[in-house]
């Protein structure tokens, strides 16, 4: 039986490059049954080349790709050089009636593993699914960001660039809305900072080989007893052998 997995891409012409490998791994890892229904939202003002991606249908009949115009966000709070794009994430369930939960990732993934077996896990009651973020919850001074500011949760944080996102429940509560009046505050972490702060609560947690940053690398190779404080040795393993990386 065909399992057809619903994800999400956000970027701009910029991120052509790293959006083309991420896509590609996406599928060259898939299962046989699965069958990725990819959508790329992109800056309506863009000259977006979606050309650039024709390439991959000679090699991969697994997926449909769908480009989508977006016009939120246009006075968005711009930071550490992460564009408009990345607000993206937070009008999936207005953008996707259609899907009662899809999953959403940053295009600077290496995808290592298929992802039909989470994007059908159980999310009832629960506006996300995330991993949680290794930096913000570990590292002291990272860790300080977060205790600074009363909105956040310290050691609950997640992490936004791999998530399954909620359609039904984020529509039924009318969470969009609130996404949009928050990002006209100004968040260092942006969309990521929203999520946090909005889903407090309503996140479930993922396991970290679904979203390894650079952090993971770092706390595995330099202070592995942060993670097995926090981690069986059997996660870790399996973090090793098919994590994405991010």
């Not at 009949?61 to 050089?81: K, Q």
């Not at 993922?206 to 926090?230: C, G, I, Q, R």
Request: glycine content about 4%; charged content about 25%; overall charge negative.
């Amino acid at each position: 039986m065909i399992s057809k997995v619903p994800i999400v891409f956000a970027f701009d012409n910029n991120l052509l490059l790293p959006a083309g490998v991420c896509i590609y791994s996406l599928l060259a890892n898939a299962r046989p049954e699965t069958f990725y229904d990819i959508y790329i939202l992109y800056p309506e003002n863009d000259m977006f080349d979606s050309k650039y991606f024709d390439n991959l249908s000679p090699v991969f009949s697994n997926y449909t790709l769908s480009f989508i115009p977006v016009s939120e966000f246009v006075s968005a709070f711009e930071v550490r050089g992460v564009t408009k794009p990345t607000y993206y994430r937070l009008l999936i369930p207005e953008l996707f009636p259609q899907y009662d939960k899809v999953i959403y990732a940053d295009v600077d993934i290496i995808f290592r593993q298929d992802l039909s077996s989470i994007y059908n896990a159980d999310c009832s009651g629960y506006y996300i699914a995330a991993t949680y973020d290794l930096c913000m919850n570990l590292d002291e001074g990272w860790r300080k960001y977060v205790d600074g500011n009363r909105e956040l949760r310290g050691g609950e944080y997640i992490q936004a660039g791999f998530l399954i996102v909620n359609c039904e429940e984020l529509r039924r509560d009318g969470m969009v809305d609130i996404f949009k009046e928050k990002a006209r505050s100004k968040y260092k972490f942006q969309d990521q900072d929203i999520l946090n702060i909005c889903c407090s609560g309503r996140v479930k947690i993922l396991p970290w080989h679904y979203n390894m940053t650079d952090y993971a690398f770092y706390y595995l190779n330099v202070k592995p007893e942060l993670l097995t404080d926090k981690y069986a040795n059997s996660d870790i393993e399996l973090a090793k052998k098919v994590g994405n990386l991010h």
